[in-house]
């Protein structure tokens, strides 16, 4: 939304004349104009209002009020004044076009786009109507449409450079940055003083971090209009961000001195005083800005002040404050959570902790909070989970100077965090910590090149360096060069021979190579040194069970057993439970529960065993006592055996019935809607979805919840209306992007979902699902070949990534590729996802179409196992049952193919009958 923002930047208003029949009246009209002038929109709407009083069929004012009150976000205020001013003139061009742009910030743009269209059936000639029809595909995510409109637009009209200022908003909000930028130029080459333009291009600039020419470009705004308070605000605040506080402060000054009613000027001023460290002098000129108005970063900056001055009530007001007004202000709510720690309120600061969480679950700050709530709280495990995780993430917020660069992360000043750690590196270039805190800030931020380069500075000759060597050659893996990934391993094992983590991570590489051979020597390299390493032990155990290989397998999980670890009886028991030996996994993991008679996981484990042996009565006797340790998830276990049972009743009074709040009461309500959907009652479904939404509005679980009721009702048009306003609170959310794309796909729209799946790439290029979507859709669309270079890409990406290797696998058996590389892919495809039918059922074909049928049916049984409903398994195997002469088998293959293909999309279904019909003829 911040992005498409740029597009709406500007409203064109056009002073229009009044009748001098009634001075009153237009003396208020004048003085209304002044107001909005002076950017002073509240007196603005007083004057307007006062105008209209004189005379209700005053449609000039009441169209001018409607733009006083857009500049207010109050639409619903405005259209109504826009409505009146049509029916008292329904020739006012102005105020229909003002209507569209309502209509287009209101989410409603399909009206925008029907107003203009008998806009436009009227008026031809106005470039401006079809700018604004842009504008209502862009807040649909149509740039596509967009672009298209506006470049029609500029074949009309091609010396409009509003249309061209518009193409440009449209390329920023589409992440075409450098298109816009030059079309910018374009327009002021031509018309040096256009606003707009430079506007725009200022906003480029900011997101580049080009601050020098920020500053450039608004100087030229106010070379053009010396009176427009926005530019000077934003000049100023370039000002500060450059360090130029004494300019900055001149305006500062400039605004509090000629817009008195206006927040701009105590606010710069005040962060102005915050980072000269004048902090008495900041809280005065914060506390002035948010008395004038609602803005979330000033009471984000007084409660930062406040609180460096000890004022922890007041700070924690600010800090609640600006939450409430950005409840996606993540740096806020952890202070917020912070306060309510030195406060010794630890359910608050659990709470606030928790929320950020929510928005950026790898937020090392908030872990270690989170951890502090729970040490607060007597939760020790719990406690220690979290600061394991902030570690993890951040291992340097242990040292003073490295805080104060979390701080600045925190606070969104990555530059200055960065600037924080190298300078932690620099002071103390042999404090491995800081070096390492430094490598993990370059490794969120992907810049994997930086962090070998920071790592291999610290090198030393020394047993240390293996710790550097070793997080260097993951460096190398996720830039997937595989050569200096095993190179910089084995320069750690050679630096430090007991450090085990390089071994497990060549190990890693050597799976990751299909290198099975030399996984196995590492893995005995490590045991050498550790005989009874566990880890190293069920390694082993997986290799050899992927491998066929059941003796070594069974011993290798035997022994790790022995060891006393609850994890390793946990993999042994799984491993008994795919053998079907249910009893000798119960037995395992009641040798878990002798050791540690608390943990939940090994009961939770016990329980579903007991399940898969349908013994459900044994199961909910599990559940119950872990739910006297654990009541959370021991009644959602409860709960889910109630529904398996069909007694959905019980399940949803199971969970109603548990005092919990926060996250965990919207996870609960998910599960009461998962269990309304298995009964097919939409109705509650869609109610309890609505709950979640009135419990968490700035969340967008509640949205994503109610899209997938409305999918299982089949309301796509309702589902995607859903995800769109889930998108508007968590536009990051890639899941909600791909739902956008699914509910097109469903509603047969595929040039939406294309566009839609094409843009999730476009940001994301590095994200291989947005190219599996593609081409998933691309085949749908009939268009094979399009799909495979999609998927193709997809691999280039993710060279492992299962769902491509499947379908380019099949699509490559169908003639598009070549049959040996498809069988490869298979291959590799059922190697990472043994247990998907699809994927066995791939192979299965690939198979077939090489003529190995005896191996292919054996494949398409397997498949069968995981999907017995998919009716293009079946008729796979009733295929290759008669291509092996089993002419029967073939036929009630067949037969269950047609029968099931009657539920479900089922493209071979008339090739079924014509050849089930030729075996019944024989």
């Not at 064109?12 to 004048?30: A, P, T």
């Not at 209509?103 to 000639?125: F, L, M, P, Q």
């Not at 398409?860 to 009716?871: I, S």
């Amino acid at each position: 939304m911040r992005n498409r923002a740029c597009f709406f930047l500007f409203f064109v208003l056009l002073m229009s004349g009044c009748s001098s029949q009634d001075l009153s009246k237009k003396d208020y009209y004048e003085k209304g104009l002044e107001f909005l002038k002076s950017g002073n929109s509240n007196g603005a709407i007083v004057a307007f209002k006062k105008a209209i009083e004189k005379d209700q069929s005053f449609f000039e004012a009441r169209f001018q009020l409607a733009f006083a009150y857009i500049l207010h976000n109050k639409y619903e205020n405005a259209e109504r004044e826009l409505q009146k001013v049509l029916r008292l003139n329904p020739s006012y061009d102005e105020a229909r076009l003002s209507l569209a742009k309502v209509y287009v910030n209101t989410g409603r743009s399909d009206e925008a786009i029907d107003e203009i269209n008998n806009y436009i059936k009227e008026k031809k000639n106005n470039p401006e109507a079809y700018v604004i029809m842009a504008s209502a595909y862009a807040s649909k995510n149509n740039f596509t449409g967009a672009e298209q409109t506006l470049h029609e637009t500029l074949e009309k009209f091609p010396d409009s450079n509003s249309t061209k200022i518009a193409l440009a908003g449209t390329y920023v909000a589409n992440g075409k940055s450098e298109k816009a930028g030059r079309i910018l130029q374009d327009v002021l080459e031509e018309e040096k003083t256009n606003k707009k333009a430079l506007y725009l291009l200022a906003y480029i600039k900011k997101q580049k971090g080009d601050i020098e020419s920020v500053i450039h470009l608004y100087n030229r705004i106010l070379e053009i209009d010396s009176d427009d308070m926005n530019a000077k605000f934003e000049l100023g605040l370039a000002y500060l961000m450059n360090k130029r506080n004494d300019e900055a402060e001149e305006i500062a000054d400039y605004l509090k001195k000629n817009y008195k009613k206006r927040p701009e000027g105590p606010y710069l001023m005040g962060m102005i005083q915050y980072s000269k460290k004048e902090v008495d002098q900041a809280i005065v000129s914060l506390k002035e800005a948010v008395m004038i108005a609602d803005i979330p970063q000033a009471n984000y900056y007084l409660g930062l002040a406040l609180l460096s001055k000890g004022n922890l009530e007041q700070a924690t007001g600010e800090f609640q404050r600006a939450v409430d007004g950005n409840p996606q202000m993540v740096q806020a709510r952890l202070l917020l959570a912070l306060t309510h720690l030195k406060k010794g309120r630890p359910e608050a600061a659990e709470h606030e902790a928790q929320r950020a969480l929510e928005t950026d679950q790898n937020n090392a700050f908030a872990h270690n909070i989170l951890g502090s709530a729970y040490l607060a709280l007597g939760k020790g495990d719990m406690a220690m989970e979290e600061f394991d995780r902030a570690i993890e993430l951040n291992p340097g917020l242990v040292d003073a100077s490295l805080k104060k660069g979390a701080l600045n992360l925190l606070s969104g000043r990555e530059d200055k965090a960065e600037e924080e750690f190298l300078s932690a590196v620099k002071n103390a270039p042999d404090m491995l910590n800081a070096r390492l805190v430094l490598a993990r800030y370059y490794f969120k931020n992907k810049r994997f090149g930086d962090a070998i380069n920071i790592l291999n500075e610290g090198l030393k000759e020394k047993p240390g360096d293996a710790v550097l060597y070793n997080i260097m050659g993951s460096a190398y893996l996720a830039l997937e060069d595989l050569k200096n990934a095993v190179l910089n391993f084995d320069n750690a094992i050679k630096a430090m021979p007991d450090f085990l983590l390089p071994y497990f991570n060549l190990a890693l590489v050597y799976l990751k190579e299909g290198n099975k051979e030399n996984a196995i020597t590492e893995c005995n390299r490590i045991l050498k040194l550790d005989n009874n390493n566990v880890r190293a032990l069920l390694m082993l155990a997986r290799i050899m069970e992927n491998d066929k290989r059941e003796n070594e397998a069974l011993s290798y999980y035997m022994k790790a057993k022995t060891q006393g670890d609850p994890a390793a009886h946990m993999s042994l028991a799984a491993y008994y439970q795919k053998r079907n030996e249910s009893r000798k996994a119960i037995g395992v993991l009641d040798e878990a529960l002798n050791i540690d008679s608390k943990n939940i996981q090994v009961m939770d484990m016990k329980g579903r065993v007991y399940i898969a042996m349908n013994n459900h009565d044994k199961a909910l006797s599990e559940f119950r006592e872990m739910a006297k340790i654990s009541p959370i998830p021991g009644s959602q276990r409860i709960a889910e055996l109630h529904s398996l049972m069909g007694d959905d009743e019980s399940a949803i009074r199971e969970l109603r019935g548990l005092p919990v709040e926060g996250t965990d009461r919207i996870k609960i309500l998910m599960q009461i809607v998962n269990i309304y959907l298995k009964k097919k009652d939409y109705k509650a479904a869609q109610s309890t979805s609505e709950e979640i939404i009135s419990i968490a509005p700035e969340r967008d679980a509640g949205y994503m919840t109610l899209s997938s009721v409305y999918f299982a009702n089949h309301e796509y048009a309702n589902a995607l209306d859903a995800l769109m306003k889930a998108e508007k609170i968590n536009p990051d959310n890639l899941k909600t992007k791909i739902s956008i794309g699914n509910a097109y796909v469903r509603m047969k729209d595929y040039d939406n979902a294309l566009n839609a799946f094409h843009r999730l790439a476009e940001t994301n290029p590095e994200y291989a699902p947005a190219y599996f979507f593609q081409a998933n859709t691309l085949e749908l669309m009939g268009k094979r070949k399009a799909a495979v270079e999609q998927h193709e890409k997809a691999l280039e990406i993710s060279p492992n990534y299962a769902p491509s290797l499947n379908n380019l696998a099949y699509l490559y058996a169908e003639g598009f590729g070549p049959v040996d590389k498809a069988h490869e892919m298979a291959k590799r495809a059922r190697e990472i996802a043994p247990r998907d039918g699809s994927v066995a059922d791939t192979l299965g074909w690939v198979l077939f179409k090489k003529g190995n049928y005896e191996e292919a049916l054996r494949h398409f049984e397997e498949a069968l196992r995981y999907l017995p409903d998919e009716p293009t398994i079946h008729y796979h195997a009733g295929l290759a049952y008669l291509k092996v002469g089993n002419s029967d088998k073939s036929r009630s293959q067949l037969e269950q193919s047609i029968l099931l293909g009657q539920k479900s999309d089922f493209p071979e279904a008339d090739t079924a009958k014509k050849l089930l019909k030729e075996i019944m003829e024989k």
